[in-house]
């Protein structure tokens, strides 16, 4: 069985091709009985290949992507192996949108159980804030429905705590009324880069919540490395753009894409970028903002690109997402901030040592102004000093839950702490001030993204 990631070889034993809760429940249990490890397919993205272990039985679910809209109630109900691409295809004719991620492939129930930034996190929060209930199977193999009333402490954990509590089945997902963004690209070169990036730090020190900003240090079309900034407005078509047209102005641009349309056709267009056989690394931190220090530790890493597929990529954290309490859901990074995903990516096995130096290079330059912790969803099994710090204040009430709810461990999707972190061990954050410069140069045109 193939992963989104060719660097993950594994050879489960047993493969359960899942059509509905009962094969899950019947995959669960034969398991336990054999004392095999247990691992759960959605849509196969998790870089660390948590979907497969060597002689471990794998519950697939891709034959369970059916999807469900409910137009009034803004509600989808999705199977445990829909797509991101799957939700937003449906939702589509009725003029709605789903909280997902930047690429369409990905499994919407991994990424909203890890979390799950997005385009429209300022607007409607994280993928995960937006999950209404759930259907899950335990590790006893019994089904139960959560939600915010039934089984709360199950449904606080899915929000945030990963897969690490049951097999979601099918959840229940709050949809918005988004029929159509302006996004694209702008893209400036490397020679730019703090001008570019000290303007940024303004611009989203001010952003509304329909605007929500990705951006990056990555290769360029001439393959030379560039600074890319990515922004989805999803205010209304006669609302004031200012702030998104501004992003045109941090610097002199060698190019501006953007244009409008259905979140759905841009989630699309990116497909082709990331198809699945690429060997991939990937590392994490997260930083309040772009000090002069941490642009600089873009700057030097990404004039240093392991490979030309290669990037360090930046989402945007605010508005909707940065109004949830931190005690609200088991995700508890929810002071505005940036997300880095450190992406080393190469075409074929040669050269991993070197992605991986660069990407624990890169982690290491930042980790002096990062937040303690680091995103969920791509922490590693040995990003173990971060994983401690990932759910802050909330570890320990996600411990209790895992020893109560699935003690024999039977799930692990993406690593949990195995002790409540002490406040002395967390990192140090440095706030100093940078300048913003402005420049002029606009063109619409069409989309292209460089990474997701």
Same mark, same amino acid.
């Given at each position: 069985?193939?992963?989104?990631?060719?660097? =993950?070889?594994? *050879?489960?034993?047993?493969? =359960?091709?899942?059509?509905?809760?009962? &094969?899950?429940?019947?995959?669960?249990?034969?398991? *336990?009985?054999?004392?095999?490890?247990?691992?759960? #397919?959605?849509?196969? $993205?998790?870089?660390?290949?948590?979907?497969?272990?060597?002689?471990?039985?794998?519950?697939?679910?891709?034959?369970?992507?059916?999807?469900?809209?409910?137009?009034?109630?803004?509600?989808?109900? +999705?199977?445990?192996?829909?797509?991101?691409?799957?939700?937003?295809?449906?939702?589509?004719?009725?003029?709605?949108?789903?909280?997902?991620?930047?690429?369409?492939?990905?499994? @919407?129930?991994? /990424?909203?159980?890890?979390?799950?930034?997005?385009?429209?996190?300022?607007?409607?929060?994280?993928?995960?804030?937006?999950?209404?209930?759930?259907? =899950?199977?335990?590790?006893?193999?019994?089904?139960?429905?959560?939600?915010?009333?039934?089984?709360? &402490?199950?449904?606080?954990? !899915?929000?945030?705590?990963?897969?690490?509590?049951?097999?979601?089945?099918?959840?229940?997902?709050?949809?918005?009324?988004?029929?159509?963004?302006? %996004?694209?690209? +702008?893209?400036?070169?490397? %020679?730019?880069?703090?001008?570019?990036?000290?303007?940024?730090?303004?611009? /989203?020190?001010?952003?509304?919540?329909?605007?929500?900003?990705?951006?990056?240090?990555?290769?360029?079309?001439?393959?030379?490395?560039?600074?890319?900034?990515?922004?989805?407005?999803?205010?209304?078509?006669?609302?004031?753009?200012?702030?998104?047209?501004?992003?045109?102005?941090?610097?002199?641009?060698?190019?501006?894409?953007?244009?409008?349309?259905?979140?759905?056709?841009?989630?699309?267009?990116?497909?082709?970028?990331?198809?699945?056989? #690429?060997?991939?690394?990937?590392?994490?931190?997260? +930083?309040?903002?772009?000090?002069?220090?941490?642009?600089?530790?873009?700057?030097?890493?990404?004039?240093?690109?392991?490979?030309?597929?290669?990037?360090?990529? !930046? $989402?945007?954290?605010?508005?909707?997402?940065?109004?949830?309490?931190?005690?609200?859901?088991?995700?508890?990074?929810?002071?505005?901030?940036?997300?880095?995903?450190?992406?080393?990516? *190469? %075409?074929?096995?040669?050269?991993?040592?070197?992605? #991986?130096?660069?990407?624990?290079?890169?982690?290491?330059?930042?980790?002096?102004?990062? /937040?303690?912790?680091?995103?969920?969803?791509?922490?590693?099994?040995?990003?173990?000093?971060? %994983?401690?710090?990932?759910?802050?204040?909330?570890?320990? #009430?996600?411990?209790? /839950?895992?020893?109560? @709810?699935?003690?024999?461990?039977?799930?692990?999707?993406?690593?949990?702490?195995?002790?409540?972190?002490?406040?002395?061990?967390?990192?140090? $954050?440095?706030?100093?001030?940078?300048?913003?410069?402005?420049?002029?140069?606009?063109?619409?045109?069409?989309?292209?993204?460089?990474?997701?």
């Amino acid at each position: 069985m193939a992963l989104w990631n060719a660097a =993950v070889v594994r *050879r489960p034993a047993v493969v =359960v091709r899942c059509a509905d809760v009962a &094969d899950v429940q019947a995959g669960v249990r034969t398991a *336990r009985e054999f004392g095999l490890p247990l691992t759960v #397919r959605g849509g196969g $993205h998790d870089w660390a290949g948590s979907a497969l272990r060597d002689g471990g039985l794998t519950l697939d679910l891709s034959g369970m992507r059916d999807v469900r809209v409910d137009p009034e109630r803004r509600h989808a109900v +999705v199977g445990g192996g829909a797509t991101a691409g799957d939700v937003l295809a449906a939702a589509e004719p009725f003029g709605l949108v789903a909280a997902t991620g930047t690429i369409g492939s990905v499994g @919407i129930v991994g /990424l909203t159980l890890g979390g799950g930034y997005g385009p429209l996190a300022g607007r409607a929060g994280l993928a995960a804030d937006n999950l209404v209930g759930a259907e =899950v199977v335990l590790a006893d193999g019994s089904v139960v429905d959560t939600d915010a009333e039934h089984e709360p &402490d199950l449904f606080w954990a !899915l929000r945030g705590g990963g897969g690490n509590f049951g097999v979601v089945v099918s959840a229940r997902i709050r949809l918005h009324a988004v029929p159509s963004v302006v %996004t694209g690209v +702008v893209l400036y070169p490397r %020679t730019q880069a703090e001008q570019v990036f000290g303007g940024l730090r303004e611009a /989203l020190a001010a952003s509304p919540d329909e605007l929500t900003v990705q951006s990056a240090v990555g290769a360029g079309p001439d393959g030379e490395p560039a600074v890319m900034v990515l922004p989805t407005w999803s205010g209304a078509a006669d609302a004031d753009d200012a702030p998104l047209q501004a992003l045109t102005r941090l610097g002199t641009p060698l190019a501006v894409q953007l244009d409008s349309g259905p979140l759905a056709a841009a989630i699309a267009a990116r497909e082709a970028m990331f198809p699945p056989g #690429r060997h991939i690394t990937m590392g994490t931190r997260s +930083v309040r903002e772009l000090t002069p220090e941490v642009v600089a530790a873009l700057t030097q890493h990404g004039a240093a690109l392991p490979s030309p597929l290669s990037a360090l990529s !930046l $989402h945007h954290f605010h508005g909707a997402a940065a109004r949830i309490p931190a005690s609200a859901t088991a995700f508890a990074a929810r002071e505005p901030h940036l997300m880095v995903e450190l992406i080393a990516v *190469r %075409t074929d096995a040669a050269g991993g040592e070197a992605h #991986r130096r660069w990407i624990e290079s890169a982690s290491a330059a930042l980790a002096p102004y990062a /937040l303690p912790g680091g995103y969920p969803n791509l922490l590693g099994p040995d990003d173990t000093a971060q %994983t401690a710090h990932a759910y802050g204040p909330n570890t320990a #009430r996600l411990l209790k /839950l895992k020893s109560t @709810i699935d003690p024999d461990a039977v799930f692990s999707a993406i690593p949990l702490p195995t002790t409540t972190p002490s406040a002395a061990s967390r990192n140090v $954050h440095r706030r100093p001030r940078c300048v913003a410069v402005r420049a002029r140069g606009v063109r619409r045109g069409a989309w292209w993204f460089p990474l997701g």
